[in-house]
């Protein structure tokens, strides 16, 4: 059977929910460090300098591969959802 449906992604959702994922990892990782992920995310999103986030399980990796601002649109997104 051939099923001819065309699929349609939402690219935006993608790359948001990849956000949510990586912030989600960065922000176990510096709980098992033994830091206030809250504050260490605001000081990187604040000043962009990398330092604020702890290599452990590549979460300075992993936050670095995304724009600051795309961190902020979707974090405002989510918070401001009204159901």
Request: glycine letters at 4%; zero cysteines; proline letters at 2%.
């Amino acid at each position: 059977m051939n099923d001819s449906t065309t699929t349609v992604y939402n690219v935006e959702e993608f790359e948001d929910e990849l956000v949510r994922e990586t912030l989600n990892d960065v922000y176990l990782a510096l709980e098992e460090r033994g830091y206030n992920p809250i504050n260490q995310l605001i000081g990187y999103i604040m000043s962009g300098d990398p330092g604020y986030i702890s290599s452990h399980k590549e979460a300075r990796k992993k936050i670095t591969n995304l724009e600051r601002n795309k961190i902020v649109e979707v974090l405002l997104k989510d918070y401001m959802k009204r159901d």
